[in-house]
C-alpha cells in the first residue's frame, strides 16, 4: 500500500477506527479508575459497597464512552440530550410519586442498593405519632413483609418504607404487657 492509500484509507475509515480505538482504551480506564477508588476510599469498607461503587463507576465511564463514540459517529447530543430529559421527566413522576405503583419498584431498588435493612433484621417504622415493629421476613418488588411480636404479618409498601424513618433494633424487642383490667360486677369482697 502506498501511503496516499493509507492515508485515504484511514480518512474514509476513521470512525471506526475511533470507535475500535474506544473499545481499546474501556478496559485501560476502567483500571485506571479503579486505583484511584483504591486511593480515594483507604481504610476499611465494606466489599458490598465497594462492589457497587465500582459498578457505578463501570456504568458512568461505559456513557461517557458511549457518548463520546457517538459524537465520532455523527449522531447530536442535543436530539439525545432532548429524548433523554423527556424521558426523565415521565420516569421521575411515574417512579418517586408516591401515588404510583412505579415508585414500589424504585423504592425496591433503593433498598436493594442501600443494604441497610436486610431480611432477617428487626426495624421499627415511624410514621408520625404511630409506629409498626417487626422483624422483615421478605423484601419483595411491591412491599416489605414484617412479622411482629405475636406472629402477626404486616405488608408495608416498599415506598413508604423508604420514606418514613426507619430504626434497626439491636435486639428483638419485648411484648409489652397490656393491662388487666378486672371488673367487679356487685359489692366488693373482703
Same mark, same amino acid.
Given at each position: 500500500?502506498? +501511503?496516499?492509500?493509507?492515508?485515504? $484509507?484511514? !480518512?474514509?475509515?476513521?470512525?471506526?477506527?475511533?470507535?475500535?480505538?474506544?473499545?481499546?482504551?474501556?478496559?485501560?480506564?476502567?483500571?485506571?479508575?479503579?486505583?484511584?477508588?483504591?486511593?480515594?476510599?483507604?481504610?476499611?469498607?465494606?466489599?458490598?459497597?465497594?462492589?457497587?461503587?465500582?459498578? /457505578?463507576?463501570?456504568?458512568?465511564?461505559?456513557?461517557?464512552?458511549?457518548? @463520546?463514540?457517538?459524537?465520532?459517529?455523527?449522531?447530536?447530543?442535543?436530539?439525545? /440530550?432532548? @429524548?433523554?430529559?423527556?424521558? $426523565?421527566?415521565? @420516569? !421521575?413522576?411515574?417512579?418517586?410519586?408516591?401515588?404510583?405503583?412505579?415508585?414500589?419498584?424504585?423504592? $425496591?431498588?433503593?433498598?436493594?442498593?442501600?443494604?441497610?435493612?436486610?431480611? !432477617?433484621?428487626?426495624?421499627?417504622?415511624?410514621?408520625?405519632?404511630?409506629?409498626?415493629?417487626?422483624?422483615?421476613?421478605?423484601?419483595?418488588?411491591?412491599?416489605?413483609?414484617?412479622?411482629?411480636?405475636?406472629?402477626?404479618?404486616?405488608?408495608?409498601?416498599?415506598?413508604?418504607?423508604?420514606?418514613?424513618?426507619?430504626?434497626?433494633?439491636?435486639?428483638? +424487642?419485648? +411484648?409489652?404487657?397490656?393491662?388487666?383490667?378486672?371488673?367487679?360486677?356487685?359489692?366488693?369482697?373482703?
Amino acid at each position: 500500500m502506498e +501511503p496516499l492509500e493509507i492515508l485515504d $484509507f484511514f !480518512g474514509t475509515q476513521y470512525k471506526l477506527i475511533v470507535t475500535l480505538i474506544a473499545l481499546l482504551l474501556y478496559p485501560l480506564l476502567l483500571k485506571l479508575t479503579k486505583k484511584l477508588l483504591e486511593k480515594t476510599i483507604k481504610g476499611k469498607v465494606d466489599l458490598h459497597h465497594k462492589s457497587r461503587a465500582e459498578l /457505578l463507576l463501570k456504568i458512568i465511564l461505559a456513557c461517557v464512552m458511549i457518548c @463520546l463514540v457517538l459524537v465520532f459517529w455523527g449522531i447530536e447530543l442535543r436530539g439525545l /440530550l432532548v @429524548l433523554g430529559s423527556s424521558l $426523565f421527566a415521565m @420516569l !421521575g413522576v411515574a417512579l418517586f410519586a408516591a401515588w404510583s405503583l412505579l415508585s414500589n419498584l424504585t423504592a $425496591f431498588l433503593l433498598m436493594f442498593i442501600q443494604n441497610d435493612c436486610r431480611v !432477617g433484621y428487626w426495624v421499627r417504622i415511624i410514621d408520625g405519632a404511630n409506629h409498626v415493629e417487626g422483624r422483615i421476613v421478605e423484601m419483595g418488588l411491591m412491599n416489605v413483609v414484617l412479622e411482629d411480636i405475636d406472629g402477626h404479618r404486616v405488608i408495608y409498601p416498599n415506598n413508604l418504607f423508604v420514606t418514613r424513618p426507619v430504626m434497626v433494633l439491636n435486639k428483638e +424487642p419485648k +411484648p409489652t404487657k397490656t393491662p388487666v383490667i378486672k371488673r367487679i360486677i356487685g359489692p366488693k369482697k373482703t
